[in-house]
């Protein structure tokens, strides 16, 4: 009696965006704090997961990285499914990538639930002189579409680790 065994609430996060925006180096450094340049292409689905303290309390975060989603653009729902948070990543460095994300927003509000946490993330902030999208821009879109917003460098690790548990708290305060 009085002994509680109380395991990890769970969340899952999904990662999207477009091929080469630096998804699945985010996770790798967000999950193994490292940064491997020739990070070789996810096929299929990967699934990493690490366990955070927010306030005391241990979340277990499940992450699912979306290779090939963003290749045939084929709508797999179930990725989506039960989905808690949604880490929306564009490269600074490549526009297009930024002008995409509407399109990845869209799919997002179709097929997840619809208290799903989004955050945009320019990533590759590390190289800030070969940027074609600014700081204003990511902000004001985010602001409009009700997003947070943050660049990052899964390269130098700037804001990776602040990204995730963000997301993990903002989740927390909803539940
Ligand atoms: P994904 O297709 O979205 O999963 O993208 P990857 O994680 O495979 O990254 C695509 C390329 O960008 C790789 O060559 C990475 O090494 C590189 N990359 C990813 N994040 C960064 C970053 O923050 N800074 C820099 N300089 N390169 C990055």
New binding site residues.
């Given amino acids: 009696p009085g002994r509680e065994v109380s395991w990890p609430q769970a969340f899952k996060y999904i990662t999207i ?1 477009d ?7 985010l996770l790798l450094q967000f999950t193994d704090q490292r940064f491997q ?1 020739e ?1 070789n ?2 096929i299929g689905c990967d699934f990493s997961m690490r366990i955070v303290n927010i306030d005391g309390k241990p979340i277990k975060l499940q992450i699912w990285d979306t290779a090939g989603l963003e290749l045939f653009r084929s709508f797999n729902k179930s990725f989506y499914r039960s989905a808690a948070v949604a880490i929306l ?1 564009c490269d600074i460095t490549r526009r297009e990538t930024f002008d995409h994300v509407a399109g990845w927003l869209d799919d997002a509000v179709e097929a997840a639930p619809a208290n799903l946490t989004t955050i945009l993330i320019g ?2 902030c ?2 800030d002189s070969r940027r074609t999208v600014s700081y204003e821009e990511g902000e004001n879109f985010a602001k409009a579409h009700g997003l947070f917003f943050m660049e990052s ?3 130098t690790a700037q804001n990776v680790e602040e990204a995730f548990t963000m997301a993990a708290r903002t989740v927390c305060k909803k539940i």
């Avoid at 091929?19 to 180096?25: C, D, E």
């Fill in positions: 965006g091929a080469g925006v630096g998804k699945s180096s340049p990070l292409p996810t990543v990533n590759k590390d190289l460098s899964a390269k």
